[in-house]
C-alpha cells in the first residue's frame, strides 16, 4: 500500500507542476486566458490517453496463460524500473529549464493562436505522467503480490493524491525548509530505490521460470536480523530489493543496477542542459 501512495503522490505532484506552470502563465495575459478551455481539454486528454493504457494492461493480462502471466508481470516490472531510472536521469539534466521550456512552446503557440498545439502540449505533459503512474502502480502490484487488494489499493492511491495537492500547495508556498529542489532530491532517491525494489522482484520471477540461473542460493541468510514478513524488514523489501535470502545472481544484478545509474547520473549532471526534451518533467529548482 506505501509503494501505490508514493507513486501517486510523486506523479501527481509532477503533473501539478505543469499544469500549475501553464495557468500561471496562461491566466498573467487576457489573450492566454483564452487558451485555459484549451489547458483544461489538454489535461482530461492526457487522463483518457491513461486510462486507456491502464485497460489495455488489464486485457492483456487477462487472456495469458499461467507461465505468460508471470512473463508479463517480470517485463511489466522491468519496463516500471526504465522508465523510473529514465525519468530521474531526464530530471536531472533537463529540469531546470522546465518552466522556460513549457513557457517557450506554450507561447509559440499562442503567438500563431495554434490553440490546438496548447492542447497537445498538455495532454502529452499529463499523459505521459499517467501513463508512468499506470506502469509503475501495475508493476509494483504485480510485483508485490498485492493483486486481490483492490480496496485497499485505491484509497491508497486517493490518499496519495490527496496528499500530492497538499504538498504542492505547501511547496508553492515556498520557504527554506520546503523547497523543489529538496523535494526532487529526497524523492529522486526513493525513486531510486522502488526501481532496484522493481528489478530484484523480476529477477525473483525470471528465476522461478529457470530463466535466470542463481549461481549460488542463498548467498546469505540474513533473517535472523531482518524479515521480509513484516516491520523494517519489509518495508526495505518493498522500497529498496532487500532479500533476506537472495541469490548471487540477484546480488550482481542489483550492484550492477547502481553502478549504471550512478554512473549515468553522473554523465547527465555534467553535460550541458538543452531546452529540448518531454515536457512532463518537474523543475528541479
Same mark, same amino acid.
Given at each position: 500500500?506505501?509503494?501505490?501512495?508514493f &507513486?501517486?503522490?510523486?506523479?501527481?505532484?509532477?503533473?501539478?507542476?505543469?499544469v500549475? &506552470?501553464?495557468? =500561471?502563465?496562461?491566466? =498573467?495575459?487576457?489573450?492566454?486566458?483564452?487558451?485555459? *478551455?484549451?489547458?483544461?481539454?489538454?489535461?482530461?486528454?492526457?487522463?483518457?490517453?491513461?486510462?486507456?493504457?491502464?485497460l489495455?494492461?488489464?486485457?492483456?493480462?487477462?487472456w495469458?496463460s499461467?507461465?505468460?502471466?508471470? /512473463?508479463?508481470?517480470?517485463?511489466?516490472?522491468?519496463?516500471?524500473?526504465?522508465?523510473?531510472?529514465?525519468?530521474?536521469?531526464w530530471?536531472?539534466?533537463?529540469?531546470r529549464?522546465?518552466?522556460?521550456?513549457?513557457?517557450?512552446?506554450?507561447?509559440?503557440? &499562442?503567438g500563431?493562436?495554434? /490553440?490546438?498545439?496548447?492542447?497537445?502540449?498538455v495532454?502529452?505533459?499529463?499523459?505521459?505522467?499517467?501513463?508512468?503512474?499506470?506502469?509503475f502502480?501495475?508493476?509494483?502490484?504485480?510485483?508485490?503480490?498485492?493483486?486481490?487488494?483492490?480496496? *485497499?489499493?485505491?484509497?491508497?492511491? &486517493?490518499?496519495?493524491?490527496?496528499?500530492?495537492?497538499?504538498?504542492? /500547495?505547501?511547496?508553492?508556498?515556498?520557504?527554506?525548509?520546503?523547497? /523543489?529542489?529538496?523535494?526532487?532530491?529526497?524523492?529522486?532517491?526513493?525513486?531510486?530505490l522502488?526501481a532496484?525494489?522493481?528489478?530484484?522482484?523480476?529477477?525473483d %520471477?525470471?528465476?522461478?521460470?529457470?530463466v535466470l540461473?542463481?549461481?549460488?542460493d *542463498?548467498?546469505?541468510?540474513?533473517?535472523?536480523?531482518?524479515?521480509?514478513?513484516?516491520?523494517?524488514?519489509?518495508?526495505?523489501?518493498?522500497f529498496?530489493?532487500?532479500?533476506?535470502?537472495?541469490a548471487? =545472481?540477484?546480488?550482481?544484478?542489483w550492484?550492477?543496477?547502481?553502478?549504471?545509474?550512478?554512473?549515468?547520473?553522473?554523465?547527465?549532471?555534467?553535460?550541458?542542459?538543452?531546452?529540448?526534451? %518531454?515536457?512532463?518533467? *518537474?523543475?528541479?529548482t
Amino acid at each position: 500500500m506505501e509503494q501505490v501512495a508514493f &507513486i501517486v503522490w510523486r506523479e501527481s505532484v509532477e503533473a501539478l507542476l505543469v499544469v500549475g &506552470i501553464l495557468y =500561471s502563465w496562461l491566466r =498573467s495575459s487576457p489573450e492566454g486566458r483564452r487558451g485555459l *478551455p484549451w489547458l483544461w481539454g489538454g489535461v482530461g486528454a492526457g487522463l483518457l490517453l491513461a486510462v486507456a493504457l491502464a485497460l489495455a494492461l488489464l486485457g492483456m493480462a487477462s487472456w495469458l496463460s499461467d507461465t505468460g502471466q508471470e /512473463w508479463f508481470q517480470a517485463l511489466m516490472a522491468l519496463a516500471a524500473c526504465g522508465l523510473v531510472v529514465q525519468m530521474v536521469v531526464w530530471m536531472r539534466h533537463h529540469g531546470r529549464g522546465l518552466r522556460r521550456e513549457l513557457e517557450g512552446g506554450a507561447s509559440a503557440q &499562442i503567438g500563431g493562436d495554434h /490553440w490546438w498545439g496548447l492542447l497537445t502540449l498538455v495532454m502529452i505533459a499529463v499523459a505521459r505522467e499517467g501513463s508512468e503512474t499506470v506502469v509503475f502502480l501495475y508493476g509494483t502490484v504485480l510485483s508485490s503480490q498485492q493483486g486481490g487488494q483492490t480496496l *485497499p489499493m485505491v484509497l491508497a492511491g &486517493i490518499g496519495g493524491f490527496v496528499v500530492a495537492l497538499l504538498t504542492f /500547495w505547501l511547496l508553492q508556498l515556498g520557504g527554506r525548509i520546503i523547497t /523543489w529542489r529538496r523535494f526532487f532530491k529526497l524523492t529522486e532517491i526513493l525513486l531510486l530505490l522502488l526501481a532496484g525494489a522493481l528489478l530484484v522482484s523480476a529477477t525473483d %520471477r525470471l528465476i522461478s521460470l529457470d530463466v535466470l540461473p542463481v549461481l549460488v542460493d *542463498p548467498i546469505w541468510d540474513s533473517s535472523w536480523l531482518l524479515d521480509t514478513a513484516g516491520g523494517l524488514g519489509k518495508i526495505l523489501a518493498d522500497f529498496a530489493g532487500y532479500r533476506a535470502y537472495p541469490a548471487l =545472481s540477484q546480488l550482481l544484478i542489483w550492484l550492477g543496477y547502481w553502478g549504471v545509474v550512478l554512473y549515468l547520473l553522473r554523465r547527465a549532471s555534467a553535460q550541458p542542459r538543452s531546452l529540448s526534451g %518531454r515536457a512532463g518533467t *518537474p523543475a528541479a529548482t
